[in-house]
T-cell receptor, first 114, second 113 residues
Framework: DTAVSQTPKYLVTQMGNDKSIKCEQNLGHDTMYWYKQDSKKFLKIMFSYNNKELIINETVPNRFSPKSPDKAHLNLHINSLELGDSAVYFC?????????????FGPGTRLTVL | QKEVEQNSGPLSVPEGAIASLNCTYSDRGSQSFFWYRQYSGKSPELIMFIYSNGDKEDGRFTAQLNKASQYVSLLIRDSQPSDSATYLCAVRIVAGSNYQLIWGAGTKLIIKP
């Protein structure tokens, strides 16, 4: 039943480590997104893929690398984790065209870097 | 820099009253406007979207759009404690050959019993 799923839900790791977050959607959407939400609740777009093609690539450190093996999956790999990477990371999906681009969000991955 | 601004609050409203949430945006080319609700520790979920000037009603919620003044608002009638959450305004803009949502920082709403 789950529309947009993310794993893991919680991730606690040491500075300098490399980690990955996985996202999958079963809504048949053609576009997927990664957002970072910091402690002040500001939702910031990081990347967006449409049919496996990168269409939005905001100013994000090169340590963050998205990968979309197919249009139902979008993963995020983070190298050399830093304290400032601690946040909640949300995956979302939508149809790209039309008037309503309602984005459906996954449950989020709370990343804590120690 | 395209921006969406909201008062961060918290906005405190007594139960049963009308809660009014406001959002302004900078890009006159903005096409669609969205209100999301986010409970603490949860993901954002869509409440309403609007793309034409005027009002759009859905149950206790009314979205109001004024493109000339570049603001969009959300009214919640008969406010309930379960409406206590952060409300995020998002605006769809054209970004190159694609669309992108620009998000406000959210307004925290507290409904007091």
């Amino acid at each position: 039943d789950t529309a947009v799923s993310q794993t893991p839900k919680y991730l606690v790791t040491q500075m300098g480590n490399d980690k990955s977050i996985k996202c999958e959607q079963n809504l048949g959407h053609d576009t997927m997104y990664w957002y970072k939400q910091d402690s002040k609740k500001f939702l910031k777009i990081m990347f967006s893929y449409n049919n496996k093609e990168l269409i939005i690539n905001e100013t994000v450190p090169n340590r963050f690398s998205p990968k979309s093996p197919d249009k139902a999956h979008l993963n995020l790999h983070i190298n050399s984790l830093e304290l400032g990477d601690s946040a909640v990371y949300f995956c979302a999906s939508s149809h790209l065209g039309g008037t309503n681009n309602e984005q459906f969000f996954g449950p989020g991955t709370r990343l804590t870097v120690l | 820099q395209k921006e969406v601004e909201q008062n961060s609050g918290p906005l405190s409203v007594p139960e049963g009253a009308i809660a009014s949430l406001n959002c302004t945006y900078s890009d006159r080319g903005s096409q669609s406007f969205f209100w999301y609700r986010q409970y603490s520790g949860k993901s954002p979920e869509l409440i309403m979207f609007i793309y034409s000037n005027g009002d759009k009603e859905d149950g206790r919620f009314t979205a109001q759009l004024n493109k000339a003044s570049q603001y969009v608002s959300l009214l919640i009638r008969d406010s309930q404690p379960s409406d206590s959450a952060t409300y995020l305004c998002a605006v769809r803009i054209v970004a190159g050959s694609n669309y992108q949502l620009i998000w406000g920082a959210g307004t925290k709403l507290i409904i007091k019993p």
